[in-house]
């Protein structure tokens, strides 16, 4: 989707995601559906909206979501080595 958003759950975030992270990966993802970087004025609420609706919803994914076997899968060695 947006590749400027980061994976906010460990392992792949040593730690727990913080709330500028969550709102970050929001903010990433209105920019790229709304198509606009910064909203103009008239649609300035709307846009602040949806960023803390989709902050929220991304907080209790984060906190709902149960990783199992979390160690971080081993390097694989080039091939010819």
């Known amino acids: 989707m947006c ?3 980061k994976t906010l759950r460990p392992p792949v975030l040593p730690e727990e995601a913080t709330e500028e992270d969550i709102r970050a990966a929001a903010l990433q ?3 790229k559906v709304s198509g606009f970087r910064e909203p103009a ?3 300035r609420d709307v846009f602040e ?3 803390g609706e ?3 919803a991304t907080e209790r994914l984060l906190k709902g979501i149960e ?3 979390s160690a971080r899968p081993a390097a694989r060695e080039p091939q010819g080595a």
């Open 3 to 5: 590749r400027s958003i």
């Open 29 to 31: 993802y209105v920019r």
């Open 41 to 43: 004025a008239h649609n």
């Open 49 to 51: 909206r949806a960023v």
């Open 54 to 56: 989709i902050a929220e």
């Open 67 to 69: 990783v199992r076997g």
